[in-house]
C-alpha cells in the first residue's frame, strides 16, 4: 500500500520561505505523477502545482506561478514544493498526492494522498 508523508511545514513570515517534501513508499515511484494541493477551513482542496513522472512537465495554479516551484528526486521516492514569497493567503494545510500516469490538477484524479502539513503564514 503505498504512504505518502509530507514533512517541513511550520510558521513564517510573509516573504518568507518554505520548502516541503513528500516521501513516498510502497510504490514504484518514477511511474506516479505527483501534485501538491493544499486546503482551508471550509473550502475544497485546491490544486497548487504537479509534475509528471520524469519531472520534466509541470504545472501550477496561478496563485503558486512564479513563487513556487514543485521538483522530484527518482533516487529519494521525493517530491519537493519550494514556496517562496509567501503570503498570509498561502496559510493551508497542504497534502501531495501520486497518481499512476500523466500529472493533472484536478484533485479527484489522485489515488494516494499523504496525511498534510500545516503551513502558516503571518503578516
Known amino acids: 500500500q503505498a504512504q505518502l508523508v509530507e514533512s517541513g511545514g511550520g510558521l513564517v513570515q510573509a516573504g518568507g520561505s518554505l520548502r516541503l517534501s513528500c516521501a513516498a513508499a510502497?510504490?514504484?515511484?518514477?511511474?506516479?505523477?505527483m501534485g501538491w494541493f493544499r486546503r482551508t477551513p471550509g473550502k475544497e482542496r485546491e490544486f497548487v502545482a504537479a509534475l509528471s513522472r520524469s519531472g520534466v512537465a509541470k504545472s501550477y495554479a496561478d496563485s503558486a506561478k512564479g513563487r513556487f516551484t514543485i521538483s522530484r528526486d527518482n533516487a529519494k521516492n521525493t517530491v519537493y514544493l519550494q514556496m517562496n514569497n509567501l503570503k498570509p493567503d498561502d496559510t493551508a494545510v497542504y497534502y501531495c498526492?501520486?497518481?499512476?500516469?500523466?500529472?493533472?490538477?484536478?484533485?479527484?484524479?489522485?489515488?494516494?494522498w499523504g496525511q498534510g502539513t500545516q503551513v502558516t503564514v503571518s503578516s
Open positions: 510502497g510504490l514504484t515511484f518514477n511511474t506516479y505523477a
Open positions: 498526492a501520486a497518481r499512476f500516469g500523466g500529472h493533472r490538477g484536478v484533485a479527484n484524479d489522485y489515488d494516494n
